[in-house]
């Protein structure tokens, strides 16, 4: 063994003590700051590896009320049921607007539409909103959509890491994601939007039901025209539920158990009055999230959620504090069961494009809903009256049934305030905005939309045409 030999003989007997001092003075720096920075990079890993991995899944034009977890008994969601067995499903979701665009956008940037920009269908966030992907890569993620996420090319504006399959083909988004997953060689924690495009149309012609057996949705006209269009839009809502599935199932194989899932819709099924309108049947979407570990599977919350809230909600799942500035709000004490209540109120918007114009402004409590017609002098129409094919047969119906016609004329004619207690008319049916026992609901609701409206700088049919100058 060799003899222990000082320091002192190692680096010269002739360094004077002073000499000394700074060499061991400058070792300890320089060990103390690799020491530090194996640390903080040994610490920064462990953050990362403890971050979980995201998935969010998005259905297109599907309505709450078609799921069977949802009651629905027509339809066959077993891939729905599977995840709110696993996780919690949420009875009072809401979008922020019954249109695509504005929808997605409002998701995309946790603001409402009018403060991203981007409030009429076909238009995209203004270009000085931060979006979803730079939020979470500033967490440390690698942020990727495939299929519909945003509104078709819009999504290559959003600037994710990786964005693909995004045109309106109802093969190939679900198909990308699964073989994007498993080819997947980032070590980055990840945030992955998957888009279907079912169950918007077109349909299958062919249908896994029997249009005569279906039991008719509220303020359909039951025809068998309608019957058919049903049974094929039910066959589109399995179609949903089937890419769902192969999604769940693909994050589950190559992420592993313990990463959050999210399962929702961009709003309702083209179909009278439910997408470009304010009901429920436009506005309330489908929302599961499962989280293992988190959240107690097969829970359920009633608490009134956003769509908007879900960007803020998972920055804050990352360990990531969301920015005050949002109008999103984050519901991690929902999911983990610390609270049971978020929002007392709902805001929504609806400016369209084209024939689907008709402008209205939406506020929603747990038990009341009043809508404001921002133009009840001109006509409401969309795309459901001016091209599909069961609309002749619900004219015709009118020509001998009463009932028909009212219903054709409750769509076309809307009064410039709509409030409905959805206490005992969930269908919203029964308008009681004339009805002077009910004054004292509607002015504080109008109240409520009002200085929502003014705080996003909002003024109404002011800035519909403004944003219209075609319409001025």
Known sequence: MKP???????????????????IFKTMRKTFLGIAGYLMFTGFSVAIAAEKPDIVVFLADDLGWRDCSIYGSKETRTPNMARLAANGMTFSHAFVSSATCAPSRAALLTGLDPMRNGAMLNHTRPRADVK?????????????????KVAHYAEVK?????????????????????????????????????????????PWPKKSDFDPAKLTMPPKLVDTPATRRALARYYTAVGRADRDLGRVYDAARKHLGDRSIFVFSGDQGPQFPFGKWNGYDSALRAPL????????????????????????????????FAPPEKLSGRSFVGILSGQKTDHRNEIFATHSGDGINRYPLRVVRTHDWKYIRNLDPDAKHHTIVDKSSGYWK???????????????IRSYHERPAEELYDLRVDPDERNNLAGVEAHAVVKAKLRASLDTWMQASGDEGLKTERNLRPQEK
């Open 4 to 22: 222990y030999i000082s320091a002192r003989q190692y680096l010269g007997s002739e360094l004077e003590p002073r000499r000394l001092r700074q």
């Open 131 to 147: 979006r979803w992907p730079a939020y979470f890569r500033e967490a440390g993620y690698e942020v990727v959509a495939i299929g």
């Open 157 to 201: 504006d959003y600037r994710f890491d990786h964005a693909s399959h995004f045109s309106h083909d109802h093969r190939t988004g679900v198909d990308a994601a699964v073989k994007w997953l498993g080819q997947r060689k980032s070590k980055k924690p990840l945030c992955l939007l998957v888009g279907s495009s079912w169950p918007h149309i």
């Open 288 to 319: 599961v999230v499962v989280w293992p570990g988190k959240i107690r599977a097969g829970s359920t919350s009633a608490a009134m959620v956003g769509l908007i809230d879900l960007l803020p909600t998972l920055l804050d799942a990352t360990g």
């Open 393 to 407: 047969s619900w004219q015709e119906k009118a020509k001998i049934d009463p009932a028909a016609a009212a219903t």
